[in-house]
Structure formats: structure tokens, C-alpha cells
């Protein structure tokens, strides 16, 4: 069996967040807040949320990559815009090990310091 290159790997890991992402769920969500992006009148389509998807998980991608430290594994990058959030990690040898898509309505965090 023949190994993937890392970029065929990568394409292969963004083709398979496309096809089981749900992004009508994420389209009839925006609909029902008339969530519009900057810019764009009406609310995103699918395939405008898709392009957007693929935007942000090939900056996550080259995020982590460009990160200085490339020994150290477990380390991840994220890119988000327009409620969609692309996080990528990558292994001790610099190469993306996983991504992962969100659809973000609301978060919070909090840290110690009051």
C-alpha cells in the first residue's frame, strides 16, 4: 500500500469534515438568528459556510505547522471568523495529526484574575 504524502493527507482530513460535517444544521441555526457575516447581505449558504470551513481549517493547518517549537506534539492552532472555528494539532514531527471544524454560537472563558 502506497503512503499518502502529508498534503494529500491533509486534503483527505478537510474531504472528510465536508462530507460528514453537518452544515445544514449550521445554515438553518444562522437562519433562524439572521446570523449575517460582514459585508454579506443574507444569511450564508452551505456551500459559502464550506468555502469558509476550508478556509479555516488550511490556516489552522499552516498555523501549527509555522508554529517555532516543532518538537514538542500536542500542539494546536486555531482559526475562526463567522461562527465557523478550524482547529489543527500536529505530532512531534511537525506534521498536522488532526483537525477539527466547530460551529460556535456562544463561548465564554474565564481565568483567575480578578
Known sequence: MERLSQHMMEEKMINNILKN?????CHNAMKALDWQWAMREGVPT????KESSIERLRSAMKGVKDKE???S??????SSSGGLKGTAWKNRYGHVSGI??????????SDGDY
Open 21 to 25: 460535517f453537518d452544515f445544514k444544521k
Open 46 to 49: 452551505v456551500d459559502m459556510l
Open 69 to 71: 517549537n516543532k518538537l
Open 73 to 78: 506534539s500536542d500542539e494546536t492552532y486555531f
Open 100 to 109: 477539527r471544524l466547530e460551529f460556535v454560537l456562544t463561548e465564554w472563558d
